[in-house]
């Protein structure tokens, strides 16, 4: 096995690949940041060489996570939200597992959140909060906890949409409510470890990220009336920062240094604080240039990429906040980086575009529609899940419809 991974390794480097896996939601360094190299840097005209195109998930908007030759992603099956484990060579599935009863709305039914991938382990949380650990190999359930019944929290209304986080031996989760806006529990058992008994915000959109603070290691997360830093031994408040949301509070925080960035939809914007020695938070600005809904932003050597409302495609920077240039070249949709490209989905066409990642201008590197298009979509829905790039391919999403493309040079 050893010789084999050896052999790999060394025909990857030679090929000038890179290639990297994306366990778990927004990456290793829940960043949506991909280090892999070695990808197309431009596109033909009708976009990159489909693999493969799996139509056997059901309706959903997890996006897939990747790991050791596996996919992974949630979808429906009899009436039930399920997590599908797939081969990535072939998008053949190889098990599915249970999570909760199917979740519906006008904007869509089924699960939301991407699965967790940690060692031979995969976490994955269903929209009414059924909370699952398998065994990534064999498909075999480990343990199961509800959000809901079990932990006393309430499913927010478009249902519970994060992707559980890793942390050491806690699997940290978000039920909100009067128990505790966030809860360890043990990664073996499922058995609560804390819970953040000083913060009882109700459940949001948004997934918690680990951060080292003033040497403190903290768990971060955003809910529609507050940011605030989580102490990860004992679930106590290090600070926080109250938040005007509307509506949906869904974009990940971003964290550089000591430095925290958001941003919501509905009208919102975007702040960023600094937090000092003694745990005080300072607001360093806050403004309407980045009003991102829920495609995502990402942070690139200082620069903040994203979709924000009225304005379009968005450059800014990080330190002051301002500006850099923005573009409305492509409708409304999300984004991920890759080999110093951004893959960008216009949510309402399925228009994919390869553009440069840079604070010059928008520069597009090549584009192609997506075909076909799901029959299941909602009149409401649009293609919301977000692009992922692992080992050298492109992986897309349209409800039922999961799409895998060669993006290797």
Known sequence: MKQLILIFLLVSLVRGVVAVDWPRWRGTNHDDISTETGLLQSWPSAGPNRIWLSRDIGVGYSAPSIANGRLFVLGTKDGGEHLFAKSVKSGKTLWTVSLNKEFSNNWGNGPRGAATVDGEMVFALGAKGGLVCVNAIKGEIIWQVDLVNDLGGKAPYWGYSESVLIEGDLVICTPGGKSGTLAALDKKTGKVKWRSTDWTDGAQYASPVPATLNKQRQIVQLTQKTLAGISVKDGSVLWKNAWPGR?????????????????????????????????????????????????????????????????????????????????????????????????????GS???????????????????????????RKPAGRIWTHPVVANGVLYLRDQDLLFAFDVKK
């Open 350 to 376: 399925g228009t994919v575009v390869l553009a440069e990642a840079n604070a010059d201008e928008w520069e597009e590197h090549g584009r192609f529609k997506l075909e076909p298009q799901t029959e299941l």
């Open 247 to 347: 509506t949906a509070v869904i974009p990940t925080p971003i964290i550089k240094g000591q430095q925290v960035y958001i941003s919501s939809g509905y009208g919102v914007g975007c702040r960023k604080i600094t937090i000092g020695s003694d745990n005080s938070v300072k607001e360093d600005y806050s403004n309407k240039n980045m009003k991102n809904h829920h495609g995502g932003v990402l942070l690139k050597d200082d620069y903040l990429y994203g979709y924000s409302d009225g304005r379009g495609w968005t450059c800014q920077s990080l330190k002051t906040g301002d500006v850099i240039w923005d573009s409305k070249k492509l409708g409304k949709g999300c984004v991920f980086y890759a080999d110093n490209r951004l893959y960008c989905m216009d949510e």
